[in-house]
């Protein structure tokens, strides 16, 4: 089965737009089509980001994360020191470093994301857009 690690703009954007393709894609995850993943640190991004915008949402996106079918990678030794790694040959946020070493880490072979901060890692986890994430579940 695919697994696939998923960007924070990402799990915002599955727990907030009730509309196809997002709700597809949380079905597939959903149903066990595909193992959808995320970094820890995707839940100190969900609740800054969200909380100056609206702490309701906030609260409530945060629930739903937690109780979702989404597996949350706690930050381990290992994938922090991969993570430093990152950062310092690429010059990738720390965030976003944190994010991919759990790919890296978990042998995750991609990532479901926009943010260009990935791009030089195409080597050791592939970006996808939402499309290819719903093609990787059937």
Partial sequence: MNKILMDTMYIEAIFSKEEPPY???????????IIGMSSVVTLT?????LGVKDMERMQTTIRDFKS????LVDVTQEIAARAGE??????????????????????????LTDDKHFDPLVHL???TDLKGAIRMSR
Avoid: Q
């Avoid at 709700?23 to 089509?33: L, N, Q, R, S, V």
């Avoid at 979702?68 to 597996?71: R, Y």
């Fill in 23 to 33: 709700t597809t894609f949380a079905d597939a995850i959903g149903d066990g089509k």
């Fill in 45 to 49: 991004e969900l609740i800054k980001n």
């Fill in 68 to 71: 979702s079918e989404i597996i």
């Fill in 86 to 111: 990152l950062r310092l040959r690429y010059d990738i946020p720390t965030i976003d470093s944190l994010i991919a070493a759990t790919g890296i880490i978990e042998n995750v072979k991609h990532i």
């Fill in 125 to 127: 986890i592939k970006k």
